[in-house]
């Protein structure tokens, strides 16, 4: 994966010497969909610019667009015919068939390839994965249900990852000295892993993970989490009701800035968890939340394997993109923008340039 970002890096972010501006959001959101095509699906795919330039960039715009548009305009009763008349809804219709396209000669290969038993199967990357995954259900993997699978991962991988590293990179413009000493941090343990950098080195930069983490709390992306329906009614001990039907949340950005839980929860502590981890837990308080020996040993932890993915992914492009380029805010004195609210969700404003350059040999 460390050359998968590197490679990323060299073309998203040519070589510039002069200040450049450029959005966060957008470059990050290229960035990680190239790297997670390379990881997830293999070369093949992730080579293809049609499926990155026409497919994914504006399937996720107007997935993200088109529940809002059919809430907003249509009656409940009368919300399937958003895919013939509403734009958004109709363009992600059109993006899952642009998709199918791209993806209908590569599912036949490996479908060849699988049952040509004289061959030796290559390893196996999503597009493999998924199809023996089907064939352990009992299922056929349709080219509609591929569509589907590599669409949802994707635009999950990639939509929030993008989000979080803008989020992330605000906050480090913001605080030059910590900047300096991740990319200090990033050049000592580069140095003493020879440049290799997989799990275990990664693991090693505890003031990046730190401040990644203490910068999703401060800037927290959703107000609540664990939003649920209840389907059947319950009743608790102490008999309080849950009908049919109430929603359910808890608090999450309350929580985040709770002095009870967090000491100064206002203030900014780029150190906060790793001196947390070295008081209190070091498996502990990591930026993915559980430990990489809980994945290793099975110790009882149930985690989405996909943030240590996004986590991992998202350190090799800072180290990347800290160690080469220099990063700015357009405005002198200008500091983190304001977040944006949409209902519950949070996220930083994409809609402000920064500026960058290649950093003087």
Request: charged letters at 25%.
């Amino acid at each position: 994966m460390q050359n998968d970002c590197g490679r990323a890096v060299e073309k998203v972010m040519p070589p510039c010497q002069d200040w450049t501006p450029l959005f966060p959001f957008e470059i990050l959101l290229d960035l990680f969909a190239r790297t997670t095509a390379q990881v997830l699906y293999g070369a093949e795919l992730a080579s293809r610019d049609d499926w990155l330039a026409q497919t994914i960039y504006p399937f996720i715009n107007h997935l993200m667009l088109a529940p809002p548009a059919v809430i907003s305009g249509y009656h409940p009763s009368l919300r399937f015919l958003a895919k013939y008349f509403e734009e958004h809804t109709k363009m992600v219709y059109k993006g899952r068939k642009q998709a199918e396209s791209i993806l209908r000669p590569i599912l036949e290969k490996y479908k060849m390839e699988r049952n040509d038993r004289t061959r030796e199967r290559a390893a196996g990357d999503g597009v493999k994965w998924l199809l023996d995954r089907y064939d352990a259900l009992g299922k056929e993997l349709t080219l509609e249900l591929l569509t589907q699978d590599l669409l949802f991962v994707t635009v999950a991988a990639i939509q929030t990852s993008a989000a979080v590293g803008c989020s992330i990179l605000f906050d480090m413009i913001d605080r030059p000295a910590s900047l300096r000493r991740i990319q200090s941090e990033i050049s000592e343990v580069g140095e003493a892993c020879g440049g290799k950098w997989d799990r275990h080195s990664l693991a090693k930069l505890r003031f990046l993970d730190s401040f990644m983490k203490e910068s999703k709390r401060v800037n927290t992306f959703t107000q609540v989490t664990v939003e649920r329906m209840a389907v059947a009614p319950y009743w608790f001990d102490d008999g309080l009701h849950i009908p049919v039907g109430t929603q359910l949340s808890f608090p999450n950005q309350q929580l985040n800035l709770d002095a009870d839980i967090y000491l100064d929860a206002g203030s900014f502590q780029a150190d906060r968890f790793s001196r947390k981890r070295m008081d209190d837990d070091p498996n502990k308080h990591h930026f993915a939340s559980v430990s990489e020996d809980s994945i290793t040993w099975g110790s009882g932890y149930h985690a989405c394997p996909g943030r240590f993915l996004a986590q991992d992914t998202l350190k090799l492009l800072f180290i990347h993109l800290l160690r080469d380029f220099e990063f700015k805010y357009a405005k002198g004195g200008q500091t983190r923008p304001k977040d944006m609210y949409h209902g519950f969700a949070i996220g930083p404003d994409i809609t402000i340039p920064i500026l960058f350059k290649k950093k003087d040999v």
